[in-house]
């Protein structure tokens, strides 16, 4: 009965490989969202779906796409992988609107070797 | 770009003690939300209040909320060691016009509970 669940929880893999990270929600939150959280804990934004509409795209390379089938599920799909991209990726989601807050997937812990 | 600082970055503290984390944020808000995190885990959604607000109470959580000097701050009354985690304030600006918002986090607080 996990509300927001990410898998993998840990991806190990080399320079060059393509992965993904899948994440679910059962609340029936119109949108969701996908973070970056560095080594030093900072954490930004870098895309949200509302509804399976794409709305919000930070800076993020191309090599990063999302993808999302229905308003329960969000991927996240990384081609040629960089030691750069090592980094907690967390899911979130939230309530359409402004004054909800998010909730968040415990993470996937990413490592490029 | 970062919205939030956060001051103090690491805070130390005997249980039962009060905790104050304090953070700034450099654009008009719509709300301002705090939210815990701790090792290893995801965040977990604590307080928000609205820019209209000045102060909002959560049991033990109590968050106050000056735009003027656009700063809040977040006071844990207290203190468990089970408080023991990383402190995150973060902002949703005030764009208008759309009913959705991107939620800009600070640098976060660490905060550690000594038994």
């Known amino acids: 009965d996990t509300a927001v669940s990410q898998t993998p929880k840990y991806l190990v893999t080399q320079m060059g490989n393509d992965k993904s990270i899948k994440c679910e929600q059962n609340?029936?939150?119109?949108?969701m969202y996908w973070y970056k959280q560095d080594s030093k804990k900072f954490l930004k934004i870098m895309f949200s779906?509302?509804?399976?509409?794409?709305?919000i795209n930070e800076t993020v390379p191309n090599r990063f796409s999302p993808k999302s089938p229905d308003k329960a599920h969000l991927n996240l799909h990384i081609n040629s992988l960089e030691l750069g991209d090592s980094a907690v990726y967390f899911c979130?989601?939230?309530?359409?609107?402004?004054?909800?807050?998010?909730?968040f997937g415990s993470g996937t812990r990413l490592t490029v070797v | 770009s970062q919205q939030g600082e956060e001051d103090p970055q690491a805070l130390s503290i005997q249980e039962g003690e009060n905790a104050t984390m304090n953070c700034s944020y450099k654009?008009?808000?719509?709300?301002l939300q705090w939210y815990r995190q701790n090792s290893g885990r995801g965040l977990v959604h604590l307080i928000l209040?609205?820019?209209?607000?000045r102060e909002k109470h959560s049991g033990r959580l109590r968050v106050t909320l000056d735009t003027s000097k656009k700063s809040s701050s977040l006071l844990i009354t207290a203190s468990r060691a089970a408080d023991t985690a990383s402190y995150f304030c973060?902002?949703?600006?005030?764009?208008?016009?759309?009913?959705?918002?991107?939620?800009?986090f600070g640098q976060g607080t660490i905060l550690t509970v000594h038994p």
């Open positions: 979130a989601s939230s309530a359409r609107g402004r004054y909800y807050g998010y909730t």
């Open positions: 609340l029936g939150h119109d949108t």
């Open positions: 779906y509302n509804n399976k509409e794409l709305i």
């Open positions: 654009t008009s808000i719509n709300n």
């Open positions: 209040i609205r820019s209209n607000e």
């Open positions: 973060a902002t949703i600006q005030d764009a208008g016009g759309t009913s959705y918002g991107k939620l800009t």
